[in-house]
DNA sequence: CCAACAGATAAGCACAAACTTATCTGATTC
DNA sequence: GAATCAGATAAGTTTGTGCTTATCTGTTGG
């Protein structure tokens, strides 16, 4: 069940951290580590986390790993979401901006 | 951190099913512990969690508690998710769907 | 080829979380 | 008022998870 890894990684702050991290682009395992204060393997393990979840995909290239968001994870989150759009009235600003930006 | 705890809530298949439920209108308790092999504790705890990520909210009935879908948590996911737009190109097709009912 | 580097994996530890049984608190009914 | 009911809370157990140090595997450069 694929929803259920997705949450999982999302729900802890240095996995979300470093997502919000690779939002901005593509980079490798010591680059993301900069400004963070935790150890190469636990880097990796929030990694392998992220890619089993389908939030990040990786690259080999040499003796570099490129990690990028994976747009998978977050369709499968809207999937979700969509399932309750009963419970969408019109307080929902933040996803009526979003609406705005697609229809351009 | 409040989108922790909505994260953290969904985690896990126990609460996404009492959610669920609740997506089809208000119950009580007991009524969604019916086909569900729980403790009448691990529920209460569970909806506990629901209710602290602003999932679900309550209203107590006399002896009975209701428990319902709350907006606002779903709004944090959408408001989250939208941070990423430049990840949502036309391939998102359960936004799209969501976005044309909107529209009406 | 070998040393250095990047990152994955293994193993261990401390704490968190999902479950339980037991108990408590508040509401309802007779 | 007492018994029953609905649900919260307490405490304990088991399992899972985020961290670490140690080690391994594969790539690069001299």
Redesign the pocket.
Known sequence: MIENEIF??L?????RAIFEKLASGSM??????DGM?????????????L?SARLVR?E????????EVDPDGLALIAGWLAKYRAYWPARIDALKALLKDMDQ
């Open positions: 999982k990684a729900a802890d702050p240095t996995r490798n395992a010591s680059a993301l580590r204060d935790i150890s190469q393997p636990a880097m990796s393990q929030h990694l392998s986390v890619r990786e080999r290239r040499g003796r570099f790993v490129n990690y």
